[in-house]
């Protein structure tokens, strides 16, 4: 007779309670410029045991939940989209709001810059460009953006910017919080908003052209931590 096996949602299930090397949050919260109403969302990285791979059918790349607002990438997906400068993967790195982190996570934590490079300019812009364009639909289908959305863009735009010009990744907007928080209340309007945006692409443009940060990330260093890591627990 064959063993049960346990179903995909116990196994994701477990894979986030047991295995999770960095857990953090993200959103307001973590970009300071949560209000009362601000949800609490959750980002974790965790380490699928070594054995999983050895089966026909490979551990998630990814799992949703348990909580509300929860979302986790394995460490080999979390990697692999970090160093093609997803933007939202490179700021869960950069988190002021750790609440889990393990040896492995500590490790991940001290390779954060070397998977910063010169194509966040394009991944970050190239975000900021389609988001502009769903703004733009709203405001000719309801006369208005949806202003949560435009205040998230602008700080998406700022921190490009910033990245570019210093070389480092930073996602506390307190600096620019009650400007921030007034574009989200709806307090300034479409044209001031757009021109701000459109100041910062070129401000971002600008900054490339003399940014010292590398043309491609340190494959080689971030590839001899997984692999390092992967040994490590399929001796465990």
């Keep these: 007779m064959n063993e049960p096996t346990?179903?995909?949602?116990?196994?994701?299930?477990?894979?986030?309670?047991?295995?999770?090397?960095?857990?953090?949050?993200?959103g307001s919260r973590a970009f300071g410029l949560a209000t009362e109403a601000s949800d609490t969302d959750r980002r974790g990285v965790y380490l699928a045991p070594t054995p999983l791979f050895w089966r026909f059918e490979k551990p998630p790349t990814h799992v949703e939940g348990p909580r509300e607002e929860e979302?986790?990438?394995e460490l080999e997906r979390f990697c692999e989209l970090a160093l093609r400068a997803n933007p939202n993967i490179l700021e869960c790195l950069h988190s002021?709001?750790?609440?889990?982190?393990?040896?492995?996570?500590?490790?991940?934590?001290?390779?954060?810059?070397?998977?910063l490079s010169r194509?966040?300019?394009?991944?970050?812009?190239?975000?900021?460009?389609?988001?502009?364009?769903?703004?733009?639909?709203?405001?000719?289908?309801?006369?208005?953006?949806?202003?949560?959305?435009?205040?998230?863009?602008?700080?998406?735009?700022?921190?490009?910017?910033?990245?570019?010009?210093?070389?480092r990744l930073t996602i506390d907007a307190a600096e620019h919080r009650?400007?921030?928080?007034?574009?989200?209340?709806?307090?300034?309007?479409?044209?001031?908003?757009?021109?701000?945006m459109t100041r910062l692409h070129?401000?971002?443009?600008?900054a490339l052209a003399t940014t010292a940060l590398p043309a491609e990330p340190d494959r080689a260093r971030v590839e001899d931590f997984l692999l390092r890591t992967r040994r490590a627990s399929a001796s465990a």
């Design 6 to 26: 346990a179903s995909p949602e116990a196994l994701d299930l477990t894979l986030v309670r047991d295995h999770t090397i960095y857990a953090c949050v993200m």
């Design 71 to 73: 979302f986790s990438w």
């Design 96 to 115: 002021p709001l750790v609440e889990r982190l393990t040896p492995p996570g500590e490790e991940l934590l001290s390779l954060r810059e070397a998977f």
């Design 119 to 167: 194509r966040a300019h394009t991944t970050f812009t190239g975000y900021a460009v389609s988001q502009h364009a769903k703004l733009l639909a709203d405001v000719r289908i309801h006369g208005a953006p949806r202003w949560k959305h435009a205040m998230h863009l602008l700080r998406l735009l700022l921190s490009c910017r910033d990245l570019l010009r210093t070389g």
């Design 178 to 196: 009650d400007r921030l928080l007034a574009v989200r209340r709806g307090e300034l309007t479409w044209p001031e908003v757009d021109t701000w």
């Design 202 to 206: 070129e401000e971002s443009d600008t």
